[in-house]
């Protein structure tokens, strides 16, 4: 044997028996884990597996309890990310760890060595940038910049250390198709100069598409390690969710009466960052499950306060529920209309943390339920017994697991408590449904349950409009898809007519009706 | 001394306190500390000055005991908000009930007591040019200073590594300490540069302004810098203009009272405080400038990860 082939044998890192206990709880334990030179090395799990802990270790922001690094055969400890970067390990963010007001010359000067000039930054920013199709322009601030755009300046920010190994955290879950196959031809030509890639995400057919080998995590521990181009997206989810998921089932029913109708909804932006959304249209029948797919920051957030009444319109036309104008009417009288909302954010909008599960329900329903909850008419006084009864019916039909019989709704994990939030609406038999966001950052067996009651609701004659950035989610739940894009909303399409890739050129903003399958009108 | 070039010095007086430590306050709070404690840090510092210069027999260890009087006390504040994670509000106020005690106590053999007078310094040949010279070069120390900090605060901020590193912690310290800038170091260093400022903006006060030690000698000027600093959307030379503009008026409005011209004294006090927020309000009306110069994570407590 050479001495070549020796050093080829050798792992650019290895890691062994890594831990990392915070008080009692094991976020990761005795994880091992080898990447070679030049491969795009997959590390799959669900959301709190471990997979940040692990990635947050090896970059130096967080100190292992216990366990070996070796990088190069080279016993290593990496106490801060600038360590990491002396090493050759660059790192890109889920959350992205950017400065908005800051330019993008000036974030990428923050991470480097002091002595480069700013104007030299920038220069081999722009070179870089060509070089692996990753326009970019460094006197912009990034407050000003798209989600694809920002991901671009953490990619560049990484390549400018010149890196052997780089490590991306779900980097496409904030892209459109189109975005994430430029992504992968970036990485494609990474892995061609020699360079390690360590591919975090949840999404198996990407990891399948790209990735070589592949490490799963569950529950903090490596449950398998695999060729994920060898499996099948059903082998790689039961090593990710340790049993078969649940499938979605889908019956088409007919659609009934007109239930929510926006007519020409145009609302301003509130904050300079914000996104104004323009001439709206659209309407929801019974039994239809709208879903509006589209990529974070083009007026979701806006759309849904606009529906909600969270933030009321001047035209009470321009919003109609079961045909009564509504632009004026706030959430409790929309609520009163028979709509019920879950918004996208858990902590603090869906629910008050710091309190119990059953005060969340009579907050929520307070007006909407008046009979139900209060008594003593002028007086208000809450039927605790009552609201205590409807907080555990939503519990044990949504399947929320929880520790003791109302705790706080802060303590319930991500996905318990968007089934509570979903369920607390449920349980009204609302006849028009707005969510937003319903499975964001939710575990696959809560995702699957969460999707299965939204199709129910609506085979049970309720409208559902569904705004989502998941397109699986999307395919799974809608009979109608229609795609939002800086504040515009498309027509709406029958979901069994359109592919992935047509709701991908429609997320990036492409409006040419002619190359876009008939929609639903021509039918 | 025409009256004219005399109620420019005045103006440079009472302005010049003000430009300082608003400057200290606008790096602390660039850095992410909301330090209320200015108005608390200001008096120790005079009280610090007027102190060494009795002892000392000089005006110019008043002002080294000013500067430190102000950023010693203001550790006690990064001590308690950034390694003990106290309420920075909270705190802040604090610090402003306890220096304005402690500072009445530190000078109560001091009252009454005739001061010494920091000295002006003529630069020669500028200050020979007709009406500039001897109101802006016939200035004393703190005056220059206070010209050289703006110039200093300015450059360091925006065009120096050290300063896009405070900016970039003021904007996310997550991100921050994620790219591996040390946060809490920074905030300390930040936080004391801003005490020394409020200790020099004292030291003004019993050194140049009025040459005397008198409890509660501030007067509120720190609150004013509080507000100056916002109003000026954190940038340095708008806090110059805006404390420019404060001490002009609050001279002009001395001296329309004093000629008697038929409107009530309260409503002429009143103006200085109108006039500033009118004018800063107007020049920070572009939302999108004044978002993108606020520091995002000012007043949050930063508690790294272990």
């Given at each position: 044997m050479t001495l070549s082939e020796d050093a080829l044998a050798v792992p650019l890192l290895s890691v062994r028996g890594l831990t990392k206990l915070f008080g009692s709880f094991a976020a990761c334990s005795q994880i091992d884990l080898d990447i070679a030179p030049g491969e795009i090395h997959a590390l799959l799990g669900e959301n709190g597996a471990g997979k940040s802990t692990l990635v947050k270790m090896l970059f130096g922001v967080l100190q292992p309890s216990a366990g070996q690094i070796l990088w190069n055969g080279q016993s290593v400890a990496i106490g801060s990310p600038g360590e990491a970067r002396t090493l050759g390990v660059g790192m890109v963010f889920q959350h992205f760890?950017?400065?908005?007001?800051?330019t993008v010359g000036e974030n990428i000067a923050l991470s480097l060595d002091p002595k480069i000039s700013l104007a030299q930054i920038s220069d081999e920013a722009a070179s870089l940038s060509k070089a692996y199709g990753l326009p970019l322009d460094p006197k912009a601030h990034v407050a000003d910049l798209s989600v694809g755009e920002r991901q671009r300046i953490e990619i560049v920010r990484a390549l400018l250390q010149n890196p052997k190994l780089i490590i991306l955290d779900e980097p496409t879950s904030v892209l459109t198709p189109q975005e994430a196959d430029r992504l992968f031809e970036t990485l494609f030509k990474l892995r061609d100069e020699g360079r390690s890639v360590l591919y975090i995400s949840h999404r198996l057919e990407e990891v399948r598409r790209i990735c070589t080998r592949a490490t799963v995590l569950r529950h903090g521990k490596v449950t398998g390690a695999c060729d994920p181009r060898q499996e099948t997206p059903a082998s790689l989810a039961r090593m990710m969710v340790g049993a078969d998921i649940a499938e979605v089932h889908r019956d088409n029913i007919p659609a009934g009466e007109v239930r929510l109708e926006i007519k020409d909804l145009s609302v301003p932006s509130r904050t300079p960052f914000g996104v104004s959304l323009k001439d709206i249209s659209m309407r929801v029948c019974a039994g239809e499950v709208l879903a509006i797919a589209g990529v974070?920051?083009?007026?979701q957030g806006e759309l849904f306060d606009a529906l909600s009444g969270e933030h009321t319109v001047p035209?009470?036309?321009a919003i109609r529920i079961r045909g009564r104008g509504v632009g004026q009417t706030g959430i409790n009288g929309r609520r009163l209309l028979g709509a019920g909302f879950v918004p996208e954010e858990r902590h603090g909008h869906g629910a008050v943390t710091g309190m119990p599960l059953s005060d969340n329900l009579l907050l929520a329903r307070s007006q909407s339920d008046r009979k139900a909850f209060l008594a003593g008419g002028l007086f208000s006084v809450i039927r605790h017994g009552a609201v205590r009864t409807a907080a555990r019916r939503v519990c044990q039909v949504m399947d929320v697991r929880k520790s003791g019989d109302d705790p706080a709704a802060g303590a319930l994990s991500g996905g318990n408590l968007q089934k509570f939030i979903v369920g607390r609406e449920l349980d009204r038999q609302p006849a028009l449904l707005i969510v937003n966001q319903p499975t964001w950052g939710v575990d696959a067996g809560a995702a699957s349950r969460i999707r299965q009651a939204l199709i129910d609701l609506a085979k049970a004659g309720s409208a559902v409009v569904v705004i989502s950035q998941d397109l699986d989610e999307i395919f799974e739940v809608a009979t109608n898809i229609a795609v939002i894009s800086e504040g515009r909303l498309s027509d709406p399409y029958p979901a069994g007519t359109l592919t992935l890739e047509h709701v991908g050129l429609l997320m990036g903003g492409i409006h040419d009706k002619h190359s876009q399958p008939e929609a639903t009108h021509a039918h | 001394m025409t009256i004219f070039e005399a109620i420019l010095l005045t103006v440079i007086t009472a302005s010049t306190p003000l430009v300082i430590a608003a400057l200290g306050e606008l790096v602390t709070e660039r850095s992410g500390v909301l330090n209320l404690g200015v108005e608390g840090m200001m008096i120790m510092g005079a009280v610090a000055a007027f102190a060494g210069a009795q002892i000392f027999g000089s005006a110019y260890v008043g002002i080294l005991c000013g500067i430190l009087g102000g950023a010693i006390f203001s550790l006690l504040f990064a001590f308690l908000t950034?390694?003990?994670?106290?309420n920075q509000v909270a705190t802040g106020l604090a610090l402003t009930l306890l220096g304005l005690g402690a500072s009445g106590m530190i000078g109560e053999s001091y009252v009454s007591i005739p001061g010494i007078r920091l000295g002006a310094i003529a630069i020669p040949l500028l200050s020979d040019i007709p009406v500039l010279g001897p109101v802006l070069?016939?200035?004393d120390l703190i005056f220059y200073l206070s010209i050289a900090l703006v110039l200093g605060v300015n450059w360091f901020l925006f065009r120096s590594r050290a300063g896009l590193k405070l900016r970039a912690i003021g904007d996310s310290h997550s991100s921050a300490h994620a790219l591996g800038i040390k946060v809490i170091r920074t905030r300390y260093l930040a936080v004391m540069f801003g005490g020394a400022c409020s200790g020099l903006a004292g030291a003004q006060l019993s050194l140049?302004?009025?040459?005397q030690w008198v409890e509660n000698m501030s007067a509120g000027r720190g609150w004013i810098t509080l507000a100056l600093v916002v109003f000026a959307s954190w940038r340095p030379w708008r806090v110059f203009a805006g404390g420019y503009l404060f001490g002009a008026v609050t001279i002009l409005q001395l001296h329309a009272q004093a000629f008697g011209l038929g409107i009530p004294s309260q409503f002429l006090s009143m103006l200085p405080y109108a006039a500033t927020i009118v004018v800063l309000v107007i020049i920070s009306h572009n939302r999108r400038t004044t978002l993108i110069n606020t520091p995002a994570s000012l007043g949050k407590a930063f508690v790294p990860e272990r």
């Open positions: 760890s950017l400065f908005e007001a800051l974070a920051g083009n007026g035209q009470a036309d | 950034l390694t003990l994670v106290a070069f016939r200035q140049v302004y009025t040459p």
